[in-house]
């Protein structure tokens, strides 16, 4: 065992030496890590060893890649493997594989290699720690050889870095345990889902199905294990916890997230701002501290728009901006909200849910932690990032209108082709997006109804979502692009349409809010990034109230998101809890 004092103060090669086996058979690694010494942090040191990597080059890459064993392969058949990589194999169960188990992973690994020319890597500990199971493994290589090169040979190297943290962690004594309690409690969660998902072993949770009403009931507990002084459930199913400041008149600060999710979705959308939180406010009680201000924490009941056409309707309550119409909406199944907001024990009425809007002057702001659903700090290796703004967002649905036509007896200057006018409209979004800072168009619907092979097509359905970091950048980006289909049109001789289906401000991040999660990343020992949300959350909401802002949390398989591969590591949300933590400290001294 060593500690980062005495790794601060050792020569390169005793450096060399303390970090041996951490990456597999490549001591250049640590080697270059040294010349960033002294390293504040575990934090710090992690990712100077990662950033040694990064400016390696190809080839040193391609080569530590090569270092690493098959998984089940010759070597550990021959005993051979390094004492790291032999732990880690055997606790994994690699070494107990059923004859069929271990076929499978010979074909896989041989059909791995003749792809890509390297070695199938992933971190068999898991983004726990705690181990993959060989079904696991076996699954996700399947589903990895299906990968771009590029992409793959990205997500090995960040394997590869999972591992060394692993080691790492294991070299200095020292565990994520907070991290760890984040990330159990999202799994324990993660057992309530509706039918038909649950039975298939899918995550789906909608507002107020039994399922929710689970999850609510096992929040609002674990609020009260945590220490919250009072907890309770609101008027539309917000589960709220209060952790009192140093006097009965503190003013508060507004923390949480949401706790339903999308059909058949990931662990950590949401929650893990929930949880983190949770694991703050834990450590407050525990060492008998109270802060200036109060703690309000909001499992918000409602976000994702799922079971009704009313997203955000859990912080909507809050800000005061609750839609009366809601209350008529029905599901799928004809069942009103208001409805069953009664067979869930709430009021239901519009006096109830008014009585919950927070007044501002009673409040700090609001902050929210976030997995990031997103590929841009899984692609810097960086933990945790600080969200500039939560873009700005306009939404349309329509119909491109030419004249359906026979495919072989229509020449092509004659043709009013409704899909090829689509399929300029799709490059025109994408030109116009790219041309401008954070700005995204996308169009997601594109359908030829009752399309056939050998008709030229008369009808195209369209969509087109734009969003950027402003109101003005946006709106700019979709008057281009609805030029551009007017002229599509004209030129091609179709009609088109499009309406208005949503519209939502941008929502920057108050400077000052900013500013103190950007000191807690810093404080950290990791380097500051600033990235906008290109997703919607409830901070955008609660920014019609009060100041807001928000930090991400890095998500693995390239950030995927409302996805059951959707992962954070344990590593990575105690980065959380620590940040969210410093973050108070800091307010408590202002």
């Excluded at 051979?80 to 732990?87: D, Q």
């Excluded at 943290?165 to 907070?178: G, S, V």
């Excluded at 899918?202 to 009072?230: I, K, N, Q």
């Excluded at 706790?259 to 834990?282: C, P, S």
Aim: glycine residues 8%.
């Amino acid at each position: 065992m060593t500690t980062l004092a005495a790794l601060n103060a050792t020569s390169r090669d005793e450096f060399v030496v303390l970090l041996d086996g951490v990456y597999e058979h490549s001591p250049w690694i640590a080697a270059a890590a040294w010349d960033a010494r002294p390293f504040a942090t575990l934090a710090a040191l992690k990712h100077a060893l990662v950033q040694a990597v990064r400016a390696g080059g190809r080839d040193a890459q391609l080569a530590l890649l090569r270092a690493h064993p098959e998984l089940a392969g010759k070597a550990m058949v021959a005993g051979t493997l390094t004492a790291e990589s032999s732990g880690e194999q055997q606790r994994a169960g690699l070494t107990a594989c059923t004859p069929e188990e271990f076929a499978t992973i010979q074909r896989l690994n041989a059909a791995y290699n003749a792809r890509f020319g390297w070695p199938f890597i992933v971190a068999v500990r898991g983004p726990r720690g705690s181990g993959l199971t060989r079904s696991e493994i076996i699954a996700t290589l399947q589903r990895r050889l299906a990968s771009h090169p590029d992409v793959e040979f990205a997500e090995c190297l960040r394997q590869v870095h999972r591992i060394a943290e692993i080691r790492l962690a294991e070299k200095l004594d020292t565990q994520p345990h907070r991290g760890r309690r984040v990330w159990d409690r999202a799994e324990a969660l993660a057992t309530f889902s509706e039918p038909p998902y649950a039975e298939r072993g899918e995550l789906t949770v909608t507002y107020l199905s039994p399922a929710h009403r689970d999850c609510a009931r096992l929040l609002a507990r674990w609020m009260l294990d945590c220490g919250f002084d009072s907890v309770r459930e609101d008027a539309v199913g917000n589960v709220v916890g209060v952790y009192e400041g140093a006097t009965p008149d503190a003013p508060r600060l507004l923390t949480g997230s949401h706790y339903d999710t999308v059909r058949n979705a990931g662990r950590h959308d949401g929650r893990l701002g929930i949880l983190v939180a949770l694991e703050a406010v834990a450590a407050l009680k525990a060492e008998g501290r109270r802060l200036p201000f109060a703690i309000e924490l909001v499992a918000f009941a409602e976000e994702e728009g799922q079971r009704y056409a009313a997203t955000f309707l859990g912080s909507s309550a809050l800000t005061g901006d609750f839609d009366p119409a809601w209350l008529d909406q029905a599901d799928a199944a004809g069942i009103t909200m208001r409805d069953a907001m009664r067979a869930a024990g709430l009021p239901a009425t519009m006096d109830a849910i008014a009585a919950e809007r927070r007044d501002p002057a009673h409040y700090l702001g609001f902050v929210e932690v976030h997995i990031e659903q997103g590929p841009v700090l899984a692609e810097l290796d960086l933990p945790l990032g600080v969200v500039s703004s939560i873009n700005g967002s306009r939404r349309w649905t329509g119909q491109i209108t030419g004249l359906a036509s026979h495919a072989g007896t229509t020449p092509m200057d004659r043709r009013r082709d409704a899909a090829a006018a689509a399929a300029e409209f799709v490059l025109a979004a994408e030109r116009r997006a790219a041309a401008v800072p954070d700005a995204v168009a996308t169009v997601g619907m594109l359908e030829v109804p009752g399309g056939s092979i050998n008709v030229v097509p008369g009808r195209c359905r369209i969509s087109l979502d734009v969003r950027a970091t402003s109101d003005a950048a946006r709106d700019a980006v979709a008057d281009a692009v609805l030029a551009d289909l007017a002229e599509i049109a004209q030129r091609r001789g179709v009609d088109c349409t499009l309406t208005p289906t949503m519209q939502a401000p941008a929502a920057p991040s108050a400077p000052a809010w900013l500013a103190r999660w950007e000191a807690a990343v810093a404080a950290l020992g990791l380097p500051v990034h600033r990235l906008p949300s290109g997703a919607g959350h409830d901070a955008m909401t609660l920014h019609r109230l009060m100041p807001q802002a928000m930090l991400f949390v890095r998500g693995g398989e390239l950030g995927i998101s409302h996805n059951p591969l959707e992962t954070v590591t344990d590593d990575d949300a105690e980065l959380a809890v620590a940040a969210f933590a410093t973050l108070l400290d800091q307010l408590a001294r202002e």
